[in-house]
């Protein structure tokens, strides 16, 4: 059923938005291809997008499933805890160093701000009083966001050129982007998923306790270091091509244990399901909201994402 939804979702979103746009015309784009404006909309503009929201979307709700499972913590994302602030952060300066709007470049540099962050985040955090507390890794990752996050904003301000050549980008927005463009990220959403799929039963354990994963025999370390290099992989991605969009690794996982339960078997498959239909929606409402113009979609996600994170907080302080 899941796999449906996401089908009809995907194939929405190459149809909401032009008048003149059907899907019996989305279907003879791909089997009886004319060269019509029409069709080459639909292969051109159409398809690199809703490819990319729904593996943005799967990736971002993959790492914030993991990141949720390995820290015990119900608000961990990659968004709450700095990676995505970190990966963007490293993208701007990337940019204000080399003048290049490479994706090459970005994904590189937006692979080693999330992995930095991601650490420093795990460190500040281990320094507060009763140690690696949920708490205490939120406050950190809410801390190393609002500092990173105006660090950016700075060098935005003072580098017009900077700020004219990704301030969509920034925003976090999926326009676009073209099909060469998605190939490149591709590999690395790839790999951080399939590594993900891997340690199911391992974060299933450990999100159980560590010293009952160590009493089960389990290496934690090595499930640890593993987990942090498949979410740097779908984190870093994800920023590289789309730019931060916020909350998917929130909200998702949360909606994957309502429907399988706890285990992350079943969690970590109908995540990335339920993450790309969300910003496939999110990218549908955010281009025919106010038209002929469109929002960004990292814009449109707080609207959805911020009361749920204040209900997460409310439930949290009740227990």
Known sequence: MGLLILLLCFFAS?????????????????TAFDGSTEHLIIRTVRLPRSLIATFVGAALAVAGAIMQGITHNPLA????????AGAAFAVVVATLIFGSSSLSVYAWFAFLGAGITAVMVYLLGSLGRGGLTSLNLTIAGAALTAFISSITSGILIISQRTLEEIRFWIAGSIAGRELDLFMQVLPYLG?????????????????LGEDVAKGLGQQTAWVKIAAAVSVVLLAGGSVAIAGPIGFIGLIIP??????????YRWILPYAPMLGAILLLVADTCARIVIQPQELPVGLVMPLIGAPFFIYLIRSKVKR
């Open 77 to 84: 994302s990659p968004s709450i805890l700095g990676v995505n």
């Open 254 to 263: 949360h909606m994957s244990r309502f429907l399988v339960g706890v285990d």
């Open 14 to 30: 190459l149809a909401v938005g032009a008048a003149d746009i059907s899907l019996g015309s989305i279907y003879t784009a791909f």
């Open 191 to 207: 790999v951080g998923l399939l590594l993900a799929f891997a340690l199911g039963r391992q974060i299933t354990t450990l999100s």
